[in-house]
Antibody
Framework: DVQLAESGGGLVQPGGSLRLACVASRFSFSNCWMHWVRRAPGKGLVWLSG????????NYADAVKGRFTISRDNAKNTLYLQMNSLRAEDTAVYHC?????????????WGQGTMVSVSS | DFVMTQSPDSLAVSLGERATINCKSS????????????LAWYQQKPGQPPKLLIYWASIRASGVPDRFSGSGSGTDFTLTISSLQAEDVAVYYC?????????FGQGTRLEIK
């Protein structure tokens, strides 16, 4: 089966940093737009950022612009999210998502997610 | 930003009955150049990542049962489950992807009556 597997979550103090990674397998990662989406406890889904297939274009939600950086390494089939200046409101499960990785024109492959907790 | 508003927030339906969830966008998600509505529906069960159900407003994703259907165009959309099964208990989200920031509805919690 096609798969995305996130890592790098954990507990961090406010103002701290974390780098999430997401490894793709069994689909054409280098041909897909990739995204990060989060879900805070008791809340809904929020899109954070996207990056095009070759990494030359990125988009960000206002809530994370200037603090988070999305990047990718197609040789390693890996997507990254560098998160700086973390706040309590960044506490959430973070999912990496592929657009069209399974031939459906939407967010059709989701990772299980990695939990990020921001607290002192 | 495109604001996506779902109704109702929660819904209880008897097994075998029809469930209907609505989604309204603050702006049209219809792209005139290809006549596609950039609207998707997702299902999220507890402890699982979201799962794509419908894209282009009405196209079922691979492997999705045909009791799930999507309809609508422009700003108003509907997800219908024709005959509710126990495994359909979940939170359902609509999403627009015609423009960034990509936005989701607030979610609709579907339960068994």
């Amino acid at each position: 089966d096609v798969q995305l597997a996130e890592s790098g979550g954990g507990l961090v103090q406010p103002g701290g940093s974390l780098r999430l990674a997401c490894v793709a397998s069994r689909f054409s990662f280098s041909n897909c737009w990739m995204h990060w989406v989060r879900r805070a406890p008791g809340k809904g889904l929020v899109w954070l950022s996207g990056i095009n297939a070759d990494g030359s274009r990125t988009n960000y939600a206002d809530a994370v612009k200037g603090r988070f950086t999305i990047s990718r390494d197609n040789a390693k089939n890996t997507l990254y999210l560098q998160m700086n200046s973390l706040r309590a409101e960044d506490t959430a499960v973070y999912h990496c998502v592929a657009f069209g990785g399974n031939s459906n024109d939407a967010f059709d492959i989701w990772g299980q997610g990695t939990m990020v907790s921001v607290s002192s | 930003d495109f604001v996506m508003t779902q109704s109702p927030d929660s819904l209880a339906v008897s097994l075998g009955e029809r469930a209907t969830i609505n989604c309204k966008s603050s702006q049209s998600v219809l792209y005139s150049s290809n006549n596609n509505n950039y609207l998707a529906w997702y299902q999220q069960k507890p402890g699982q990542p979201p799962k794509l159900l419908i894209y282009w407003a009405s196209i079922r994703a691979s492997g999705v049962p045909d009791r799930f259907s999507g309809s609508g165009s422009g700003t108003d959309f509907t997800l219908t489950i024709s005959s509710l099964q126990a495994e359909d208990v979940a939170v359902y989200y609509c999403q627009q992807y015609i423009n960034t920031p990509i936005t989701f509805g607030q979610g609709t919690r579907l339960e068994i009556k």
